[in-house]
Structures are given as C-alpha cells and as structure tokens.
C-alpha cells in the first residue's frame, strides 16, 4: 500500500512537470498548428538563467528559489514571444515550415548551452524542505513532489481563469475552435498568438525551474528529454485540449511510474506502446476535437 | 436498352479515363514532365552523360590526388578522406530515401532513423549470430545481408501498416513513438546483443577480407558509392512508376485521389517500405564502413538531422538530397575541426562559445534557409535563373533532375 501511494504521489509529481511543458505545447498547437520543438528549449533556458540568478542571490533558500522561479517564468515568456514574433511569424499558415524553424532553434539553442554550461549535469542546491519526505500512510513522500504538484495546479487553474475570464482568453478559446471565423469577425488573432507562446513559454519556464528541483541538476538536455514525453502527453491527450494534457500528463507519468517499479525499468517503453495505442483506438486523442 | 451498346463501348474506358484523371492533381507536373520529355531529349541524354561521368569520376577518385584544402581533410587518396566521403555517400544515400518518403510522398516521419539503425544493427546482429556456424565465410556474410533485409522489411511492414492509419501529426507522432521504442531497446541492451551505450562492433570473423582495415578503406569507398547509386536508381524508378505518380497525386489531395477510386493506403504503403528498406540498405554500409554502430543512429535527433539535411538540400529536388546529405556531412566534419582550432581558442568568449559548437552553426544556418531559401541549396541555380524571389517549386511545379 505505502509503495502503490509513493509510486501515485511521484508519479503525479512527473506528471505536473510534464504538464508544465504540454500545457503550452497544446495550446500553441491548438491554435496555431505549429508543433513547437523548441519548447524544450524555452524550458532549459529558463532552467539555466533561474539557477545562475538564483545562486547568486542566496543559494538552496526558498528566497533564491522564488526568485529562480520568478526569473524563469519571466525568461521563458519573454523568449518564447521573441521565438514567435522573429521566426513563426514569417511563415504564418506554412505548417511545415514552422516546424522546421523551431527544429532548427531546438538544435542551434541546445548546441548553444552545451557551450555555454558544458555538456555535463550541473547539480543545484534546494531549501532543506524540499530534501526530506513527509511520512504519509506510511509512505515516505519527496517533499518536491508536493512542491511540483502544487505549481501545477496553480498553473492549471490560471489558464482556464484566463481562458474563461479574459477577453484574450476568449479570442483564444474561440481561435482554436475556428480560427477563420474570428479573423473574419475583425479580431487580430496574431495578438492572441504571441500571447499563447508567451503563456506556454512562461508555463515552461516555471517546469524548468522545478525540473532543476525534481532531478537535483540542469544540463543542456533538460528540455529535450521532458520534450519528448510532452508531445506523447500532448498527442495522447488530445491536440489543443488543455483539460486533455492535464489528464494525459497524469496519465502517461503514473502509468511511467508503475511499469518501472513492476515491469523492471520500462516506463518509456510501455509510454511509447501507450501512445501507439490510442493513435490507433482513436486518432484524435482523448479530448481533442474531431479533425 | 437503347443505351446498351453505348455501356459496352463505355466500360473499358472507365478504366482509362480513370488512370487519366490519376495525375489530374498533379496533371501539370506530369503534363509538364512529358512536354520536357518530348522537347528535350538531347537535355534528358546529357543529363544522363552527365551522371555517368559523376559516377565515373566518383569512382576513380581514390586513384587519384586532389587535394582541397579547407574541405577534404587530405589528398583524395588517403583513408581518412576516403572514409569522410564514404560516410558522406552514405548519409546522402539515406537522405534520398528519406525524401522519397517526405518529398515525394508527402509522409512527415521522425521515425526514419529506426529502419537505418535496423539495416546496421540487424547485420552485426547475425553477422555474432552465424559467427559459429560452419559455413564458407562468403555465404555466412551474404547470408547474413538477406536475414538482415528480411528483418528490416518486416519491420518496415509492420510499422508502416501501423503508423498509415493515421496521417498528419499523428503519423509523425507514431513513428517517433516507434523509432523511440527501437532506441530504448538498443541502450537497454538486451541480452547484451547490442552492446548498449558503448555501440555494437562488427564482427569481422566472416566478413570479406576486401572490407575490414584501414589498408581497404578504399573498397569500403567503392561500397558506399554502390549503394548511393542502388538507393538512387530505385528511387527514380519508383518515382516514374505508376505507385509514384500516385503517391505525388495524394500528397497534392489525397480526397481527390480516393474519389477516383484509388486506395492511397497500399501505394503509402508501398512508399514508407521502399524508403525504409533503402534506409536499412545505407545502414549496413554504414556499419561496414564505421566496423560498428553506435546507438546515436536509433535517435529522433538522427531524425531530425536527415529532415535538416532534405531541407537544407532542397525537398523539390531529387539531388538536393544528395548535395544535403555530402554537404552536411562535410561541414559537420570542418567545422568540428573548426572549433578545435587555434583560431577559435583566441577569439573572445562572445565569439568562441557558439563558433565551437558545429550545431549551433548548423541549426542557426537551416533556420535561415527555411526563411530565406524555401528552395533549398539545390533550388539557387533555378532561383538565379528565373530572378525570382518566390518558391520555385510552388511557383512552377518541381523541375526535377
């Protein structure tokens, strides 16, 4: 039982870093079309800058970790709406293209940090807190799980207050429904795009920090590593669907979880079957909309 | 009834009119390919002079002692160059299929790497596997070939048929997820039969003589350029061929092609097979040429390489893959000797950090080459040509070869 509960609480805690980086994935999909492979660089970035601002101010306290996560939030958002403005918005209605760009921003920016911080891990200090478990049905749970759970909740309920509250959320909201309708109406949907990479950049931001939190290092491939499980996450959950990343990210982390305790060490195999799987049952994901 | 000896006339038509409308959607690509065909003999004759003596002079070269500095790391005839121009034939090789599949078809898949790391991985795997069955060498090696082949093309079988049943987004997903799956495998190294993250050595127990050592680098060459050729020939035979028009027809409109009663699945099909055993076939030569292979090949990174490489080349152009995949590889090569240099050591941080990352030069160059160069290197000559700015392949259909 304590071990089911660990397996549960970590799994969730996996689960809300993904999130982090699929909630943007989706939403910029949804609206735009554009399967963005520089997320992950949005989130590395962000790591790195929020790490090196945070250890300057007073390393392995909560202050230095507010601010880290202060700073890469702002980081992520500002490069994520300069990403859009500078690249994707040249090629607007070019799919393709787009996605090409961001494969290439995704390997010049990794190659980048690698210069940068070298190729190595970079072990971070984190408030003593967050180092001891907290004893829960007898399950000794992480303390940074509750850490990274909460974040994303918070981030979770801010999006659909924005999306629901919010003028901009509205034009959001309506632009991934159908897109030409609100053009048509004399909306300018091109604000809203930079608005929603921003959004994703921010929420990535923030999944960087946490990430620094959750493996105890930053490294250039931070970001690529969480990438790739975003998409599945992303892809299984529906493209577009927020609610429907936030059920996957749970989803795909716990069944991760699970199938590495149990089944020997084969989480990302029995991911990957997962998502092989509900492309095939049901091409369009668990909530996104009929294609 | 009065109609009835009008029907009969009619029916064996249907059949006709219905291969003609065919290549309706691409009916200016074709229309266009048979007005040059007609026109042009005598250009179409000297661009297959022109081949020939490309092949030739390919051939020859390790006979010979050009030296370029700044591109060939030395004089043609050393192993080192010869190994750096085999590996480069060996990539555009692969990239030509990988084109096959995304330029011609249409199929966006990041999954192509599995199937290269399939043809490498499968031949060292029954090459260990033969290594005590008493056969004559020569059978155990050529054995060992058609066991990897058959490998490779029930796999590419069986993902394809997977994987089409989605299109767009989803397909690109699944094959990642695939190609995922197949690098996961190779570094769990099960059984330790494919030597995990430290990469898999040939075993050379029954593998030519002509073909192992540096002393043979030069045959190792001649391989290489034999498969280039293989893999290019079958993908302009497949890309003639009725399949191929096909193919083109559905990536162009795919509802057009279902409604005139073709069923775009086989011919996808047909495609993402072909492309994947060519892929395995460049993926032998590779563990050949390397003596090993190394788990990097299985990766998504691999992947998206091959998509730079297609793009930076050209996707309208058949030899854009060609002069993509040599052209990469090349300035992979220099400018990672490049970034040990005694120049970069001494420029300022600013300058140094990213002049000694050769992806960082790469990537920063493709993203400029979406932007600016939607034609790709191999679409300057048609740019300069027509002076214009725009797409040449949207502006004309693609003048292919």
């Given at each position: 039982?304590?071990?089911?509960?660990?397996?549960?609480?970590?799994?969730?805690?996996?689960?809300?870093?993904?999130?982090?980086?699929?909630?943007?994935?989706?939403?910029?999909?949804?609206?735009?079309?554009?399967?963005?492979?520089?997320?992950?660089?949005?989130?590395?970035?962000?790591?790195?800058?929020?790490?090196?601002?945070?250890?300057?101010?007073?390393?392995?306290?909560?202050?230095?970790?507010?601010?880290?996560?202060?700073?890469?939030?702002?980081?992520?958002?500002?490069?994520?709406?300069?990403?859009?403005?500078?690249?994707?918005?040249?090629?607007?209605?070019?799919?393709?293209?787009?996605?090409?760009?961001?494969?290439?921003?995704?390997?010049?920016?990794?190659?980048?940090?690698?210069?940068?911080?070298?190729?190595?891990?970079?072990?971070?200090?984190?408030?003593?807190?967050?180092?001891?478990?907290?004893?829960?049905?007898?399950?000794?749970?992480?303390?940074?799980?509750?850490?990274?759970?909460?974040?994303?909740?918070?981030?979770?309920?801010?999006?659909?207050?924005?999306?629901?509250?919010?003028?901009?959320?509205?034009?959001?909201?309506?632009?991934?429904?159908?897109?030409?309708?609100?053009?048509?109406?004399?909306?300018?949907?091109?604000?809203?795009?930079?608005?929603?990479?921003?959004?994703?950049?921010?929420?990535?931001?923030?999944?960087?920090?946490?990430?620094?939190?959750?493996?105890?290092?930053?490294?250039?491939?931070?970001?690529?590593?969480?990438?790739?499980?975003?998409?599945?996450?992303?892809?299984?959950?529906?493209?577009?669907?927020?609610?429907?990343?936030?059920?996957?990210?749970?989803?795909?982390?716990?069944?991760?979880?699970?199938?590495?305790?149990?089944?020997?060490?084969?989480?990302?195999?029995?991911?990957?079957?997962?998502?092989?799987?509900?492309?095939?049952?049901?091409?369009?994901?668990?909530?996104?909309?009929?294609? | 009834?009065?109609?009835?000896?009008?029907?009969?006339?009619?029916?064996?038509?249907?059949?006709?009119?219905?291969?003609?409308?065919?290549?309706?959607?691409?009916?200016?690509?074709?229309?266009?390919?048979?007005?040059?065909?007609?026109a042009s003999a005598p250009r179409m004759k000297r661009t297959l002079i022109g081949g020939l003596a490309l092949v030739v002079l390919l051939a020859v070269l390790p006979l010979l002692a050009i030296d370029i500095p700044g591109v060939l790391p030395g004089p043609t005839y050393t192993p080192g160059t010869l190994q750096l121009?085999?590996?480069?034939?060996?990539?555009?090789?692969?990239?030509?299929?990988?084109?096959?599949?995304?330029?011609?078809?249409?199929?966006?898949?990041?999954?192509?790497?599995?199937?290269?790391?399939?043809?490498?991985?499968?031949?060292?795997?029954?090459?260990?596997?033969?290594?005590?069955?008493?056969?004559?060498?020569?059978?155990?090696?050529?054995?060992?070939?058609?066991?990897?082949?058959?490998?490779?093309?029930?796999?590419?079988?069986?993902?394809?048929?997977?994987?089409?049943?989605?299109?767009?987004?989803?397909?690109?997903?699944?094959?990642?997820?695939?190609?995922?799956?197949?690098?996961?495998?190779?570094?769990?190294?099960?059984?330790?039969?494919?030597?995990?993250?430290?990469?898999?050595?040939?075993?050379?127990?029954?593998?030519?003589?002509?073909?192992?050592?540096?002393?043979?680098?030069?045959?190792?060459?001649?391989?290489?350029?034999?498969?280039?050729?293989?893999?290019?020939?079958?993908?302009?035979?497949?890309?003639?061929?009725?399949?191929?028009?096909?193919?083109?027809?559905?990536?162009?409109?795919?509802?057009?092609?279902?409604?005139?009663?073709?069923?775009?699945?086989?011919?996808?099909?047909?495609?993402?097979?072909?492309?994947?055993?060519?892929?395995?076939?460049?993926?032998?030569?590779?563990?050949?040429?390397?003596?090993?292979?190394?788990?990097?090949?299985?990766?998504?990174?691999?992947?998206?390489?091959?998509?730079?490489?297609?793009?930076?080349?050209?996707?309208?152009?058949?030899?854009?893959?060609?002069?993509?995949?040599?052209?990469?590889?090349?300035?992979?090569?220099?400018?990672?000797?490049?970034?040990?240099?005694?120049?970069?050591?001494?420029?300022?941080?600013?300058?140094?950090?990213?002049?000694?990352?050769?992806?960082?030069?790469?990537?920063?160059?493709?993203?400029?080459?979406?932007?600016?160069?939607?034609?790709?290197?191999?679409?300057?000559?048609?740019?300069?040509?027509?002076?214009?700015?725009?797409?040449?392949?949207?502006?004309?259909?693609?003048?292919?070869?």
């Open positions: 039982m304590s071990t089911l509960l660990l397996l549960v609480i970590t799994g969730l805690g996996l689960g809300a870093l993904y999130f982090l980086v699929a909630s943007g994935l989706s939403l910029i999909y949804g609206l735009m079309g554009v399967l963005n492979f520089a997320h992950g660089s949005f989130l590395t970035i962000s790591a790195f800058l929020g790490w090196e601002v945070g250890r300057r101010v007073s390393d392995g306290t909560w202050w230095g970790l507010a601010i880290s996560a202060l700073v890469g939030i702002a980081v992520g958002a500002i490069v994520a709406a300069l990403t859009e403005y500078l690249l994707i918005r040249r090629l607007y209605e070019r799919h393709i293209e787009q996605a090409l760009v961001t494969v290439g921003l995704s390997l010049a920016t990794v190659a980048l940090f690698e210069g940068i911080w070298g190729t190595d891990p970079i072990y971070t200090e984190k408030p003593d807190w967050l180092g001891q478990t907290t004893e829960i049905l007898g399950a000794k749970i992480p303390n940074d799980r509750f850490l990274l759970i909460a974040c994303a909740l918070l981030v979770l309920g801010g999006i659909v207050l924005f999306l629901r509250r919010t003028r901009y959320g509205l034009i959001i909201r309506a632009g991934v429904e159908n897109r030409s309708m609100v053009t048509a109406l004399g909306i300018d949907v091109r604000r809203s795009f930079t608005l929603v990479f921003a959004i994703g950049g921010a929420a990535a931001g923030l999944g960087g920090v946490l990430a620094s939190v959750y493996y105890g290092y930053v490294s250039a491939h931070l970001g690529s590593t969480l990438l790739i499980f975003a998409f599945i996450v992303t892809v299984i959950g529906g493209l577009g669907s927020l609610t429907g990343a936030a059920i996957a990210s749970v989803l795909v982390a716990v069944l991760q979880q699970f199938a590495n305790f149990y089944l020997g060490g084969t989480g990302d195999l029995v991911v990957v079957v997962a998502l092989a799987a509900v492309l095939l049952v049901r091409p369009r994901g668990l909530m996104g909309k009929v294609a | 009834m009065m109609h009835s000896p009008d029907t009969d006339t009619d029916t064996p038509t249907t059949d006709a009119a219905a291969s003609a409308s065919t290549t309706a959607p691409t009916a200016r690509a074709a229309a266009g390919a048979k007005g040059r065909a007609a121009l085999a590996y480069a034939m060996l990539i555009a090789a692969l990239s030509l299929s990988y084109r096959m599949m995304f330029g011609l078809a249409g199929l966006l898949s990041f999954g192509h790497a599995l199937f290269f790391a399939a043809g490498a991985y499968g031949l060292g795997m029954t090459l260990e596997a033969f290594a005590p069955v008493a056969w004559p060498s020569e059978l155990v090696f050529v054995v060992s070939i058609l066991v990897s082949l058959a490998f490779g093309l029930v796999l590419a079988a069986t993902v394809g048929a997977l994987a089409l049943r989605v299109t767009g987004i989803s397909f690109a997903m699944v094959t990642l997820a695939f190609a995922q799956a197949g690098s996961v495998i190779i570094r769990r190294n099960p059984g330790g039969a494919t030597g995990g993250d430290e990469g898999l050595s040939l075993d050379i127990a029954n593998v030519p003589g002509a073909l192992v050592g540096v002393l043979n680098t030069r045959n190792l060459y001649w391989v290489a350029l034999g498969v280039l050729v293989f893999v290019y020939l079958v993908v302009l035979w497949v890309e003639k061929s009725r399949a191929g028009h096909v193919a083109e027809a559905t990536r162009e409109n795919e509802l057009r092609v279902r409604v005139i009663g073709i069923r775009p699945y086989t011919v996808k099909l047909l495609i993402f097979i072909v492309a994947s055993v060519l892929a395995a076939v460049a993926g032998m030569g590779y563990l050949l040429l390397q003596s090993g292979a190394s788990p990097r090949v299985a990766t998504a990174d691999f992947t998206l390489t091959l998509l730079v490489i297609v793009v930076l080349g050209g996707v309208g152009y058949r030899w854009g893959a060609i002069v993509g995949g040599i052209v990469y590889t090349l300035l992979d090569q220099r400018l990672t000797a490049l970034a040990g240099s005694d120049f970069i050591a001494g420029l300022p941080a600013v300058l140094r950090v990213p002049l000694s990352e050769p992806l960082f030069i790469l990537g920063t160059l493709f993203i400029l080459v979406v932007l600016f160069l939607p034609g790709g290197i191999a679409g300057i000559p048609q740019r300069i040509r027509s002076g214009r700015t725009q797409h040449p392949v949207e502006a004309e259909e693609a003048t292919d070869a």
